[in-house]
């Protein structure tokens, strides 16, 4: 049961341009949302969070926005660079049982030049 | 270095050979989570643990278990490798719910 879902694998984007990364979650006990960067050769970085009390969380270039009734959660990166380039994963969890997250599949994004 | 670092980085082994791979971090954080990565599945938890001596299974801990004698030290062993057991292994411990996890650089792990 895959409870967070990154249903693209790849996504391609112009430098300058907007890259929007989408994930939807089942689990409606997720309170807490999280991305992810991740380069090769090298773990994930976090990138940006958000409680499910809010709706959007903005941190420079990246925005998540956060869709309850839809469950889904998307990441906009404005603009592109090609530095952005790299895997992103969502994850969520659930504060009150504790640590764990659960991840999506991951979304390869190139940024070009 | 997050204050956290896995070793090896980088091992080939044999198929039904034992495999350790070590995690160490130096900020006294309780919460420590072994992860897989592969393709098309993204990062799978595999063990995870509370703390000294407290830990539990995670959704693909078959075929692994895990140790953890002092905070800072989380070990992952693989009783008898398998080819299946081929992946890229993170360790990560929790920094809270803002944040989540600070992972380490991760072990690529070969069974042959």
């Known amino acids: 049961d895959q409870q967070v879902k990154q249903n693209s694998p790849s996504l391609s984007v112009q430098e300058g341009r907007i890259s929007i990364l989408n994930c939807d979650y089942t689990?409606?006990?997720?309170?807490?949302f999280l991305w992810y960067k991740k380069y090769p050769a090298e773990g994930p970085t976090f990138l940006i969070s958000?409680?499910?009390?809010?709706d959007k969380n903005e941190d420079g270039r990246f925005t998540v926005f956060l869709n309850k009734s839809a469950k889904h959660l998307s990441l906009h990166i404005v603009p592109s660079q090609p530095g952005d380039s790299a895997v992103y994963f969502c994850?969520?969890?659930?504060?009150?049982?504790?640590?764990?997250?659960?991840f999506g599949e991951g979304t390869q994004l190139t940024v070009n030049p | 270095d997050a204050g956290i670092t896995q070793s090896p980085r980088h091992k080939v082994t044999e198929t039904g050979t034992p495999v350790t791979l070590r995690c160490h971090q130096t900020?006294?954080?309780?919460?420590m989570y072994w992860y897989r990565q592969d393709p098309g599945h993204g990062l799978r938890l595999i063990h995870y643990?509370?703390?000294?001596?407290?830990?539990d299974k995670g959704e693909v801990s078959d075929g692994y278990s895990v140790s953890r004698s002092k905070t800072e030290d989380f070990l992952l062993t693989l009783e008898s490798a398998t080819s299946s057991q081929t992946s890229v292994y993170f360790c990560?411990?929790?920094?809270?719910?803002?944040?989540?996890?600070?992972f380490g650089s991760g072990t690529r792990l070969t069974v042959v």
């Open positions: 994850a969520a969890s659930v504060e009150t049982s504790g640590s764990r997250l659960t």
């Open positions: 689990n409606s006990m997720f309170d807490y």
């Open positions: 958000i409680s499910s009390i809010k």
């Open positions: 900020e006294n954080h309780r919460y």
């Open positions: 643990s509370y703390g000294v001596k407290d830990t």
């Open positions: 990560a411990f929790w920094t809270g719910a803002n944040y989540g996890y600070t």
